[in-house]
């Protein structure tokens, strides 16, 4: 049975329950519009614990002016529909005041991994994630947290706020869910018209033109950045960056790298897309 709590407190309470009952807890918080990509970190989560809960809240501190928080898709029916045809054990959807009453004044703001890639379009951004987080896994408690590589970049800065944090939450990041030519699954891909949706695959013929360089023995970062860049250029009216980084420190790397993070945003008319791939450890996309 999946139950659905709107206030922290009863949220915090069912996840003290359930560790009382010497239950794991499962962590997958989500902004909803969910799609096979979220689903997979509810099977990753059941997979690990007995009991799993999703948050369902769309995060106003995450959203810049200008960008799409008033159009971001919101269906709760049809999310909570998934969630029930999972097992999901409880799902959690605050409204905004619920998160953020009046007087609300805390930020949490990591330093250098928030600085490249999404920190540098999106300014604000990370510190909405790192605080509605952090107020997620305090509100959890001890629990095993599932997040996408799809955001590779946050799931790096998350793992690190809980480590320096000292929270006690074990950070796990689970693999890109691509549709069957390859884009990644997004509740933004529903923005997409015909014509775009044709063109978003510029992105993954970028990655995998990285990924079959390397796998031919291509290590020069600029190289495999530019193979990527081209088709991405090709496709996209506008590229936010395409970025060839450290896996782990996220800025470029000064020697031959045993591992490549291909990072990538880029704009289809009013549509913003990310993905990447990271070479020498993940499958060609
Ligand atoms: P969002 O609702 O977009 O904030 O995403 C919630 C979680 O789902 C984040 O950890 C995302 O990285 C993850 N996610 C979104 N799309 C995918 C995907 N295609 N594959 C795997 N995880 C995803």
């Known amino acids: 049975m999946t139950t659905v709590v709107r206030k922290p407190a009863e949220f915090r309470r069912a996840c003290d329950d359930a560790r009382a009952d010497a239950r794991s807890v499962g962590l997958v918080p989500t902004m909803g519009a969910l799609h ?9 989560a059941k997979i690990r614990t007995d009991f799993v809960a999703v948050t369902i809240f769309v995060n106003p501190l995450q959203f810049g002016a200008g960008e799409d928080l008033d159009r971001y898709p919101r269906n709760f029916e049809d999310d909570l ?20 009453p009046a007087q609300f004044q805390t930020n949490v703001s990591i330093g250098d ?127 936010d960056y395409v970025a060839a980084v450290d896996p782990d420190t996220l800025v470029p790397p000064t020697e031959a790298p045993s591992g490549l993070l291909i990072a990538v945003a880029a704009h289809l008319g009013t549509t913003r897309l990310i993905d990447n791939v990271v070479l020498g450890a993940d499958p060609r996309p």
């Open 36 to 44: 096979d990509g979220h689903l997979s970190l509810v099977e990753a």
């Open 113 to 239: 991994l928030a600085t490249p890639l999404e920190g540098e379009c999106r300014p604000a951004h990370f510190d909405g994630v790192t605080t509605v987080v952090a107020k997620l896994f305090n509100l959890t408690g001890p629990c095993t947290a599932m997040f996408g590589r799809k955001d590779y970049q946050q799931w790096k800065i998350l793992a690190r706020m809980a480590r320096d944090l000292d929270m006690p939450v074990e950070v796990v990041g689970c693999p890109i869910v691509r549709e069957l030519d390859g884009l990644a699954l997004s509740s933004r891909n529903r923005y997409l018209s015909d014509t775009e949706r044709a063109r978003a695959l510029g992105i993954v013929s970028g990655l995998r033109a990285a990924h079959d360089a390397w796998a031919e023995g291509e290590r020069h970062p600029d190289a495999l950045r530019s193979l990527a860049a081209k088709q991405v250029q090709a496709g996209f009216d506008r590229v």
């Open 81 to 100: 529909a998934g969630c029930r045809k999972r097992g999901v054990d409880l799902v959690f959807a605050p409204a905004p005041n619920a998160m953020y």
